[in-house]
């Protein structure tokens, strides 16, 4: 039986539909572009340790614990950001955030030891600290759930994109090394700090706020608009004290799950680069084959979340998407042709990326308002743990195995565990859930 929302929600006119489309075009490209940086700013560290850690003299282990620091400045700073996102507004806000991190990024372009690098990748970390929970929230504020879940998949199209896109950076800066007196890893963090700068504007004057606030829709087309999310939208309540959503069970059991994807994630986007170049590449070859993974990540992106139309779809995707991702990594371990262990590499790395849309509906069931902000901050705080972990895990397993491709039993074990988590819930769950599209 459909509750009140997704009766609701089928009921929904053709011109209901237009009006979504036009408010979709109007914000995602730009949010898309906003996220893609992002995440090409967390990559870079990936293919500047190639060079960077003979120059300034760092061992692996010390670069991944400084690298790391990102997270930790993340975590310290997510709620109060996530919160200024409510208060402020996106567009402010988001300004404010693209801005401090751009300039951080140029300013690790010349440090010249480890302490200076682990420093401002702290301060990078605090600088970014919002702006994923930030998203996620700007959305549901603009969009019914319905169309959350289509929306959260253009945003991890982004990640996948920021990847591929990162790669093929990664490989051609650093063979700039030499250019006007700059090494290679330092061309790598101007040039993605200053990406940052030229956006921080850009979203500033570009991005609606909200919908009352909405100059390109006509007043009956905000009413409507408003109407819809508001209907979808779970009811205001348990507000209390923002910070009591860390000792929330819904939160903290999120923020565990999310954790096992995010230490998948950046393990896979910090160590990739490092496995392939075991291949015997150059560089320039390395960014090449390091983005294909990448790309196959933004095409199946586009296809699978449109065929999630309910939560009981979601559940059994998620169970088979993290048993295929694990099994694949696990093979790219245990064979030795070079050809072989790509092609499983290549086929594991999507799966990270395509269970994000699916982990990121749920919250929008349970939480909205300023309640919401602080949620999704907290379980933002929560999974990022994870970053720190894939940082400073993955060289310790590369160096305590005896091989760097050895690392990748970590992300092989949270896609595994994600999919047994994903394969208990659909199991024990008897009731069919309300349709998440159409």
């Known amino acids: 039986m459909e509750t009140k929302a997704a009766a609701a929600a089928s009921a929904y006119s053709a011109q209901d539909e237009a009006l979504i489309r036009q408010v979709w075009w109007r914000i995602m490209p730009l949010i898309l572009v906003t996220y893609l940086v ?11 340790k190639l060079q960077m850690v003979s120059q300034i003299g760092l061992s692996e282990t010390a670069y991944g614990l400084a690298s790391s620091l990102f997270f930790i400045g993340y975590l310290l700073f997510e709620i109060p950001s996530a919160l200024a996102v409510h208060r402020y507004g996106a567009p402010k806000w988001f300004f404010r955030i693209i801005l401090s991190w751009g300039i951080a990024t140029v300013l690790i372009a010349y440090v ?27 959305l549901s504020v603009w969009f019914p759930r319905r169309y959350q879940i289509r929306a959260l998949a253009l945003l991890t199209l982004g990640s996948a994109l920021g990847n591929m896109l990162g790669s ?62 508001a209907v979808e939208a779970p009811a205001a309540r348990h507000e209390g004290s923002v910070w009591a959503v860390l000792s929330d069970r819904k939160v903290l059991v999120l923020g565990a799950a999310y954790a096992l994807l995010l230490t998948s994630l950046y393990g896979i986007i910090y160590w990739l680069p490092t496995v392939i170049k075991g ?134 074990f949270c896609l595994l565990l994600v999919g047994v988590i994903a394969f208990i819930i659909r199991a024990t769950t008897t009731r069919q859930p309300a349709p998440l599209a159409s």
């Open 279 to 412: 291949f015997g590449v150059s560089n320039s070859l390395n960014g090449l084959l390091t983005m294909v993974p990448w790309a196959f990540t933004g095409a199946l992106l586009l296809t699978v979340p449109r065929l999630l139309k309910s939560e009981r779809h979601v559940q059994l995707a998620a169970a088979v998407i993290g048993a295929v991702g694990g099994l694949a990594f696990l093979t790219s371990l245990l064979v030795a042709d070079p050809v072989v262990r790509y092609i499983a590499i290549v086929l594991g790395t999507p799966c990270t990326s395509l269970l994000l849309p699916c982990f990121w509906s749920l919250p929008s069931k349970y939480f909205s308002g300023r309640r919401a902000a602080a949620s999704l901050a907290a379980i933002s705080c929560v999974g990022n743990l994870g970053g720190f972990l894939a940082q400073n895990a993955m060289p310790w397993l590369g160096k305590t195995l005896g091989h760097p491709s050895y690392a990748m039993l970590l992300p092989a």
């Open 112 to 138: 010249a030891s480890g302490s200076a690098f682990a420093a401002l990748r702290f301060l990078v970390g605090a600088a970014e600290a919002g702006l994923y929970p930030g998203v996620v929230y700007y």
């Open 38 to 48: 992002s995440i090409i700013d967390k990559a870079n560290v990936s293919f500047a």
């Open 168 to 229: 093929a950076f990664g490989g051609l800066l650093l063979s700039l090394d030499g250019l006007w007196g700059h090494a290679g890893w330092q061309w790598v963090f101007l040039v993605t700090g200053v990406m940052a700068l030229a956006l921080a504007p850009v979203v500033l004057w570009l991005l609606p706020r909200n919908i009352e606030k909405a100059a390109f829709l006509a007043p009956q087309q905000r009413d409507r608009l408003a109407q819809m999310v």
